[in-house]
């Protein structure tokens, strides 16, 4: 969390404007008698929120709230047709409004332009008078309009709360703030009333928080990643940022920091960067004087076509393709590119390489890991240089693609035919990992463990593939390590179990 708990302390002007910010309502201790005792008032207010803002425990009584249910139509008896309020604390609601505004204006560059909901000064009535606009003028045109209305069902109570805090993590919140954020929505419970009689009270796992000035905000913010891979804006800001706090200590011809990543055909996700991103990142690397260590360990897995004939390039580009020797900011080059046999012959055999410039080569070859000979496998290497000179790890090579190919389809094929609906992913071109993303009310971690329980199914839930404890509704399915026939089989069951996990 951002520099261990940082976060400035609640001022007095924050109470003032928040209170006046919020509408009055009732509660044991109302904003009215708060204003009523003048500076008085706000200073006990602003010590008692510094109090919880500073120790990061939130009063239980400020973390309940009771939800009123009131029916859209008379004599309504089912759930889905009440609208529900929720009655919490005014304390807790000048806590949440401050941080609201604190936090605004990290929130806001994140919400598209085209959204009108949950924003300032934006509203329906918005939304309509664009729609009217285009509708006319396309009558005017004589062209068609296609309209298409998408009602995401309970989507407000359907927001993961670890997936609000990566986001929130990401934008670089004060870490007091998001330890507010994470507290309340962590430690919420609330109750039903209904004709004055109010049930027990219960903890709140999902959803953003009923009636909570925040909400909006935050289910604005929950859009997930990017799928093409590293945002390429977010580490250059990271890369400026960490720049200036190391400036001190550079020197301007040595890299101050590595950047690492695989490009093609990703451990987890499968996804091959585009070649424009390739040399974006080569740009954002000269610009920041840092080195790409590119770990190119499944590059040459990529399958043979289906169509034999096919003459289309199907070995992704790689990073290092862009760091071209004859551009003027070539410098001594920006991209390290690590392969490994590992992969393609025995994980045992501990034997790998490296590409990259002259300059760079002749570096290392100095460093005395390399000078001492210790550390290499002189034997294997041996070994190798001649399979490779004999053609035979290409042989190989061309098999396992034909492999690996027939598995990945598989896996695939099984999947499209079994799976119900909600779920994601695409087809890899190569490489071992297929990446499932499931909808969005699953916790892939929970169902990780129900699947090897009951069904003997291991699969990498996607939490443990993230720094961040993102992906929670996300997996990595790999087919590295069983045949044809098996991923058949365990696929089937895969789908089965979830089908099974669904009815509890
Ligand atoms: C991205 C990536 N890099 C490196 C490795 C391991 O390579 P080696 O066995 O040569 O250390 C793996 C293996 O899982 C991997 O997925």
């Given at each position: 969390?951002?520099?261990?708990?940082?976060?400035?302390?609640?001022?007095?002007?924050?109470?003032?404007?928040?209170?006046?910010?919020?509408?009055?309502?009732?509660?044991?201790?109302?904003?009215?008698?708060?204003?009523?005792?003048?500076?008085?008032?706000?200073?006990?207010?602003?010590?008692?929120?510094?109090?919880?803002?500073?120790?990061?425990?939130?009063?239980?009584?400020?973390?309940?709230?009771?939800?009123?249910?009131?029916?859209?139509?008379?004599?309504?008896?089912?759930?889905?047709?009440?609208?529900?309020?929720?009655?919490?604390?005014?304390?807790?609601?000048?806590?949440?409004?401050?941080?609201?505004?604190?936090?605004?204006?990290?929130?806001?560059?994140?919400?598209?332009?085209?959204?009108?909901?949950?924003?300032?000064?934006?509203?329906?009535?918005?939304?309509?008078?664009?729609?009217?606009?285009?509708?006319?003028?396309?009558?005017?045109?004589?062209?068609?309009?296609?309209?298409?209305?998408?009602?995401?069902?309970?989507?407000?109570?359907?927001?993961?709360?670890?997936?609000?805090?990566?986001?929130?993590?990401?934008?670089?919140?004060?870490?007091?703030?998001?330890?507010?954020?994470?507290?309340?929505?962590?430690?919420?419970?609330?109750?039903?009333?209904?004709?004055?009689?109010?049930?027990?009270?219960?903890?709140?796992?999902?959803?953003?928080?009923?009636?909570?000035?925040?909400?909006?905000?935050?289910?604005?913010?929950?859009?997930?990643?990017?799928?093409?891979?590293?945002?390429?804006?977010?580490?250059?800001?990271?890369?400026?940022?960490?720049?200036?706090?190391?400036?001190?200590?550079?020197?301007?011809?040595?890299?101050?920091?590595?950047?690492?990543?695989v490009t093609v055909f990703s451990?987890?996700?499968g996804l091959i960067y585009a070649p424009d991103k390739c040399k974006?990142?080569?740009?954002?690397?000269?610009?920041?004087?840092?080195?790409?260590?590119i770990d190119d360990v499944y590059n040459l897995m990529w399958f043979p076509p289906s169509d034999p004939?096919s003459h289309c390039p199907i070995a992704p580009a790689r990073v290092r393709a862009f760091d071209?020797?004859?551009?003027?900011?070539?410098?001594?080059?920006?991209v390290?590119s690590v392969g490994t046999f590992?992969k393609y012959?025995?994980?045992?055999?501990?034997?790998?390489w490296?590409e990259?410039?002259?300059?760079?080569?002749?570096?290392?070859?100095?460093?005395?890991?390399?000078?001492?000979?210790?550390?290499?496998?002189?034997?294997?290497?041996?070994?190798?240089?001649?399979?490779?000179?004999?053609?035979?790890v290409d042989q190989h090579l061309a098999k396992l693609r034909i492999?690996y190919k027939?598995?990945m389809?598989?896996?695939?094929?099984?999947?499209?035919?079994?799976?119900?609906?909600?779920?994601?992913?695409?087809r890899p071109q190569g490489g071992f990992?297929?990446?499932?993303?499931?909808?969005?009310?699953?916790?892939?971690?929970?169902?990780?463990?129900?699947?090897?329980?009951?069904?003997?199914?291991?699969?990498?839930?996607?939490?443990?593939?993230?720094?961040?404890?993102?992906?929670?509704?996300?997996?990595?399915?790999?087919?590295?390590?069983?045949?044809?026939?098996?991923?058949?089989?365990?696929?089937?069951?895969?789908?089965?179990?979830?089908?099974?996990?669904?009815?509890?």
């Open positions: 969390m951002k520099n261990n708990f940082a976060g400035p302390p609640i001022m007095k002007e924050e109470v003032e404007t928040a209170i006046k910010k919020m509408k009055h309502g009732k509660d044991n201790i109302s904003v009215e008698l708060i204003e009523a005792l003048e500076d008085f008032g706000i200073g006990k207010v602003t010590h008692l929120l510094n109090e919880i803002y500073d120790s990061g425990e939130i009063p239980t009584d400020l973390s309940k709230s009771i939800f009123i249910a009131l029916p859209k139509k008379p004599g309504a008896t089912e759930c889905e047709l009440h609208r529900t309020i929720s009655l919490m604390s005014q304390i807790t609601k000048i806590l949440l409004k401050i941080i609201m505004l604190r936090i605004r204006n990290k929130i806001k560059p994140e919400i598209a332009e085209e959204q009108c909901g949950f924003v300032e000064d934006k509203g329906t009535s918005n939304a309509i008078y664009i729609l009217r606009t285009l509708i006319e003028r396309a009558l005017e045109a004589q062209k068609d309009v296609y309209l298409c209305f998408i009602d995401y069902t309970k989507a407000f109570d359907r927001v993961r709360h670890n997936e609000i805090i990566t986001q929130l993590k990401q934008l670089n919140i004060d870490g007091k703030d998001l330890r507010i954020i994470k507290t309340m929505y962590w430690e919420q419970t609330a109750a039903m009333r209904i004709e004055n009689k109010t049930s027990t009270f219960q903890d709140i796992k999902r959803g953003v928080r009923q009636g909570c000035v925040l909400s909006p905000d935050l289910f604005s913010l929950y859009i997930p990643s990017s799928e093409t891979g590293v945002d390429l804006d977010a580490l250059d800001e990271k890369l400026s940022s960490l720049q200036t706090a190391h400036r001190s200590n550079q020197k301007r011809d040595r890299f101050w920091a590595v950047v690492y990543l451990n987890p996700t974006q990142l080569v740009k954002l690397a000269r610009k920041h004087n840092v080195l790409l260590v004939t071209k020797s004859t551009d003027p900011d070539f410098g001594a080059g920006h390290v590992s012959l025995s994980p045992g055999i501990r034997l790998g490296l990259t410039s002259d300059k760079l080569i002749a570096k290392l070859t100095l460093s005395g890991l390399a000078a001492s000979g210790g550390s290499f496998n002189h034997y294997m290497s041996k070994l190798i240089t001649w399979a490779l000179k004999f053609g035979l492999e027939r598995r389809d598989k896996m695939c094929d099984v999947l499209e035919n079994h799976l119900p609906k909600g779920f994601k992913f695409v990992y297929l990446w499932l993303e499931f909808p969005k009310n699953v916790d892939t971690f929970e169902f990780a463990q129900f699947s090897a329980e009951r069904y003997g199914i291991i699969f990498i839930p996607g939490v443990l593939a993230s720094p961040t404890d993102g992906c929670y509704n996300c997996a990595r399915l790999s087919i590295s390590g069983i045949n044809e026939a098996k991923i058949e089989t365990g696929i089937k069951e895969f789908c089965m179990a979830y089908k099974d996990y669904c009815m509890m």
